[in-house]
């Protein structure tokens, strides 16, 4: 069984620039989800994918934005960088359930630790 | 909205010591509960979970926690660390049929050898 994985592990940007994070789903799970995780604060939720679509999004202005793809694997986009989206990036698949919703059971991957200068 | 409250950001004990992290969620209706672990260098994984039926629930190595409905909270307990037991650990709940899982600010355990 493979995990989640994701790319790249580490990055700095500068203000004001993009960057886009790659997460593979584990095998057999359509859902996939991305969190934030600030220093010394827990995972908070971006955006959920299923089917290729944005089906749930939490407190996150329009410049996250992501993809999924056919093979479940997805993208999350980040435009115009600020200081403050300095943290790590979570993302983590589900196994499926039915219409896209998902227990809460979350398998993550590593994250990709994006640093802001 | 829902929050999840986690009592200790920080907790050190001895080896073979006992353990309870406190967690209180705020969400009115029924839940399904969570607590992840992330021990140093590791990705975040599922400790353990509460979807319905015995409000005891036990999970991996030895920990369990106790779903106490009026309280609105799961606290998470092991009888005596382990120095292997050194890790973050994280609360979470989710609405059944929902898709967005709320975390805690998660508790730092250090266990000394």
């Known amino acids: 069984e493979t995990g989640v994985t994701q790319s790249p592990t580490h990055l700095i940007k500068t203000r004001g620039q993009q960057v886009t994070l790659r997460c593979s789903s584990q095998?057999?799970?359509?859902?996939v989800s991305w969190y934030q995780q600030a220093l010394g604060q827990g995972p908070q939720f971006i955006f959920q994918?299923?089917?290729?679509?944005?089906?749930g999004r939490g407190n996150f202005p329009p410049r996250f934005s992501g993809l999924q793809f056919p093979n479940y694997s997805s993208e999350l986009n980040v435009n115009a960088l600020e200081l403050d989206d300095s943290a790590l990036y979570l993302c983590?698949?589900?196994?499926?359930?039915?219409?896209?919703?998902?227990?809460?059971?979350?398998?993550f991957g590593e994250g990709s630790r994006l640093t802001v200068l | 909205a829902q929050s999840v409250s986690q009592h200790n950001h920080h907790v050190i004990l001895s080896e073979a010591a006992s353990l309870e992290l406190g967690c209180n969620y705020s969400?009115?209706?029924?839940?399904?509960l969570f607590w992840y672990v992330q021990y140093p260098g590791q990705h975040l994984q599922l400790l353990l979970k509460y979807f319905s039926g015995d409000p005891l629930v036990k999970g991996i190595k030895g920990f369990e926690a106790e779903f106490i409905k009026s309280k609105f909270s799961f606290n998470l307990r092991k009888p005596s660390v382990q120095w292997s037991d050194t890790a973050e650990y994280f609360c979470a709940v989710n609405a059944p049929g929902g898709f967005k899982t709320i975390f805690g600010a998660g508790t730092r355990l250090f266990v000394k050898a």
């Open positions: 983590a698949s589900s196994l499926p359930t039915g219409q896209g919703l998902n227990t809460g059971e979350l398998f």
């Open positions: 994918y299923y089917r290729e679509e944005e089906n």
């Open positions: 969400y009115g209706g029924t839940v399904n």
């Open positions: 095998s057999g799970h359509n859902t």
